[in-house]
């Protein structure tokens, strides 16, 4: 292969998409993980062991209310990975069907550079602007799908009602998706919540935009970035076999693997799932961040501190995703309630303004309820004063509050 353009293809795309647009930050950098992860495909992987296989495809899921930047941040991921011819991608919207038949019609053989060894693999990456209208409404038969493609298997099948047996080779699906708190809650069963699809996923969660842009321009800089960054992605996409990786590099993710058991970002029954494949995570981060960097297929020391940094960092914000997503009837009034007060400009709202404000949403019986679980959460006092209006006093930091069960 010829040398890169860029010293590191993320940082570049990270700059490219920072001075005339609206997306936040962690929105830009995770669009920019997932196009390098959709080039490496099936044709990278780590081997651990006699048949420990972690390859680099990531489920990831950008997370905000509108208009905060999401599909703005997957466009300019999108720009760059349709030029790159070997990259295969799915429709916005599609049938589990639908999506066996992309897979088996994206076949592809590859040639191990070094051993010369040939493979064949159905990679593929499913970008979704509306990930909840991709997903479906609870639809099972598709999650359950793409929880077990998430560990790219030799081979599965699948039985169609006219009992036909359909087969795909080499699985490996990437996936970018975007969707917003209220859509991520009304698609998913509550039963999934902590296992199965959303502990494969990695949440980005912003709640405001960046910043404002009123007229996004594009210079000549912009355009050859551009270009070099499409250029080396399509280096990228040639790389194949297996990666190595340093001594220093298993020091490191070894320590990490006992501070990640003993001290967890999260302590919550929902994250479960998640912490335990928390491990394949930063395995995958690291092979994107070695890829991003060049093309020697090893993964050095500064490879796996890249990818903890990434993960930690996007962890910070990932701790609210599923509050108000639960069992409780009031599990959701009663994150809309962390979120109103949170919004407050004072620490003291009178009772009356709580109470119109959610004069749709709930009655006396909910609202009291609400209450009262907020002020055993150490976030509220209720004051009721004589001959006067009764005030909610804040007491507490909603945003750093643990999500509720």
Same mark, same amino acid.
């Given at each position: 292969?010829?040398?890169?353009?860029?010293?590191?293809?993320?940082?570049?795309?990270?700059?490219?998409?920072?001075?005339?647009?609206?997306?936040? &930050?962690?929105?830009?950098?995770?669009?920019?993980?997932?196009?390098?992860?959709?080039? *490496?495909?099936?044709?990278?992987?780590?081997?651990?062991?006699?048949?420990?296989?972690?390859?680099?495809?990531?489920?990831?899921?950008?997370?905000?209310?509108?208009? =905060?930047?999401?599909?703005?941040?997957?466009?300019?991921?999108?720009?760059?990975?349709?030029?790159?011819?070997? #990259?295969?991608?799915?429709?916005?919207?599609?049938?589990?069907?639908?999506?066996?038949?992309?897979?088996?019609?994206?076949?592809?053989?590859?040639?191990?550079?070094?051993?010369? $060894?040939?493979?064949?693999?159905?990679?593929?990456?499913?970008?979704?602007?509306?990930?909840?209208?991709?997903?479906?409404?609870?639809?099972?038969?598709?999650?359950?799908?793409?929880? %077990?493609?998430?560990?790219? /298997?030799?081979? !599965?099948?699948?039985?169609?009602?006219?009992?036909?047996? %359909?087969?795909?080779?080499?699985? !490996?699906?990437?996936?970018?998706?975007?969707?917003?708190?209220?859509? *991520?809650?009304?698609?998913?069963?509550?039963?999934?919540?902590?296992?199965?699809?959303?502990?494969?996923?990695?949440?980005?969660?912003?709640?405001?935009?960046?910043?404002?842009?009123? #007229?996004? =321009?594009?210079?000549?800089?912009?355009?050859?970035?551009?270009?070099?960054?499409?250029?080396?992605?399509?280096?990228?996409?040639?790389?194949?076999?297996?990666?190595?990786?340093?001594?220093?590099?298993?020091?490191?993710? =070894?320590?990490?693997?006992?501070?990640?058991?003993?001290?967890?970002?999260?302590?919550?029954?929902?994250?479960?799932?998640?912490?335990?494949?928390?491990?394949?995570?930063?395995?995958?981060?690291?092979? +994107?961040?070695?890829?991003?960097?060049?093309? @020697?297929? +090893?993964?050095?020391?500064?490879?796996? %501190? $890249?990818?903890? &940094?990434?993960?930690?960092?996007?962890?910070?914000?990932?701790?609210?995703?599923?509050?108000?997503?639960?069992?409780?009837? #009031?599990?959701?009034?009663?994150?809309?309630?962390?979120?109103?007060?949170?919004?407050?400009? @004072?620490?003291?709202?009178?009772? !009356?303004?709580?109470? $119109?404000?959610?004069?749709?949403?709930?009655?006396? &019986?909910?609202?009291?309820?609400?209450?009262?679980?907020?002020?055993?959460?150490?976030?509220?006092?209720?004051?009721?004063?004589?001959?006067?209006?009764? *005030?909610? /006093?804040?007491?507490?930091?909603?945003?750093? #509050?643990?999500?509720?069960?």
């Amino acid at each position: 292969m010829s040398s890169r353009n860029l010293t590191d293809w993320l940082d570049s795309f990270v700059r490219l998409t920072e001075s005339n647009s609206e997306p936040p &930050y962690l929105f830009r950098k995770w669009a920019g993980i997932s196009a390098l992860a959709s080039a *490496l495909q099936r044709k990278v992987r780590i081997e651990f062991g006699m048949s420990l296989t972690i390859y680099p495809n990531m489920y990831i899921v950008l997370v905000g209310p509108s208009a =905060t930047g999401k599909g703005t941040a997957m466009s300019f991921a999108a720009d760059i990975i349709k030029e790159v011819p070997s #990259i295969k991608l799915s429709a916005q919207a599609t049938s589990l069907q639908a999506l066996i038949r992309r897979m088996q019609e994206t076949n592809l053989t590859d040639i191990d550079l070094k051993t010369g $060894k040939q493979q064949y693999h159905s990679s593929m990456t499913i970008f979704s602007t509306e990930f909840t209208v991709f997903l479906g409404y609870y639809n099972r038969e598709l999650i359950a799908a793409l929880c %077990e493609w998430y560990d790219c /298997h030799d081979r !599965w099948a699948y039985e169609t009602i006219a009992r036909k047996k %359909e087969e795909i080779i080499g699985v !490996w699906i990437n996936l970018l998706g975007a969707t917003t708190p209220d859509s *991520l809650q009304s698609s998913l069963p509550v039963e999934s919540i902590g296992a199965g699809l959303t502990s494969r996923i990695i949440f980005i969660n912003e709640q405001k935009r960046g910043k404002l842009v009123i #007229i996004p =321009t594009k210079s000549d800089e912009d355009i050859k970035l551009q270009q070099l960054l499409i250029d080396d992605l399509d280096q990228i996409s040639k790389l194949s076999g297996i990666m190595h990786y340093t001594d220093d590099f298993v020091k490191f993710y =070894t320590d990490w693997c006992y501070s990640s058991d003993a001290n967890p970002p999260f302590h919550d029954k929902k994250f479960d799932g998640y912490l335990g494949r928390r491990r394949n995570h930063i395995l995958s981060l690291s092979m +994107v961040c070695s890829a991003a960097r060049n093309n @020697t297929m +090893v993964m050095e020391l500064a490879d796996i %501190e $890249k990818a903890s &940094y990434l993960l930690t960092e996007a962890e910070m914000k990932m701790g609210t995703i599923f509050r108000g997503m639960g069992r409780s009837n #009031i599990s959701s009034l009663l994150n809309d309630s962390l979120v109103y007060f949170s919004n407050m400009h @004072t620490t003291d709202v009178p009772l !009356w303004q709580f109470a $119109k404000h959610f004069e749709g949403d709930m009655d006396k &019986y909910d609202m009291d309820k609400i209450l009262v679980t907020l002020e055993a959460m150490n976030y509220i006092k209720v004051m009721h004063r004589p001959g006067t209006d009764t *005030l909610i /006093h804040i007491i507490g930091d909603c945003s750093k #509050i643990e999500p509720t069960n």
